[in-house]
């Protein structure tokens, strides 16, 4: 069996849930079982703070099952590997990446 390792800053707290963080650092890995496309990844409201960047979000009930990470950046869209939220903006540059 393979391993797979997501490296992680010292400083960030790790939590699991099912709920966005309400803080940026109570948690760093949701999983969200409600999402089965990535138009509903790019649905999620990034520019609130609700999803923080660095959030890495698990959707297990896609075609393929990923997890995309949340960064600063404003790469062109890639689908599957560079997605913009819907609430992309100039104000808010922010994309979603593939991480496996």
């Given at each position: 069996m393979s391993r797979i390792c997501i490296p992680v800053p010292a400083?960030?707290?790790?939590?699991?849930?099912s709920?966005?963080?309400?803080?940026?650092?109570?948690?760093?890995?949701?999983?969200?079982?409600?999402i089965t496309t990535l138009a509903g990844l790019?649905?999620?409201?990034?520019?609130?703070?609700?999803?923080?960047?660095g959030l890495c979000v698990f959707l297990p009930n896609l075609d393929v099952p990923a997890t995309y990470q949340l960064v600063s950046g404003t790469e062109a869209e890639n689908s599957p590997y560079v997605l913009r939220p819907n609430d992309y903006s100039g104000g808010n540059q922010k994309v979603w990446k593939q991480r496996m």
């Amino acid at each position: 069996m393979s391993r797979i390792c997501i490296p992680v800053p010292a400083s960030t707290v790790i939590g699991v849930s099912s709920s966005p963080p309400t803080t940026p650092n109570t948690n760093v890995f949701r999983v969200d079982s409600t999402i089965t496309t990535l138009a509903g990844l790019k649905a999620l409201v990034t520019s609130t703070g609700v999803y923080p960047t660095g959030l890495c979000v698990f959707l297990p009930n896609l075609d393929v099952p990923a997890t995309y990470q949340l960064v600063s950046g404003t790469e062109a869209e890639n689908s599957p590997y560079v997605l913009r939220p819907n609430d992309y903006s100039g104000g808010n540059q922010k994309v979603w990446k593939q991480r496996m």
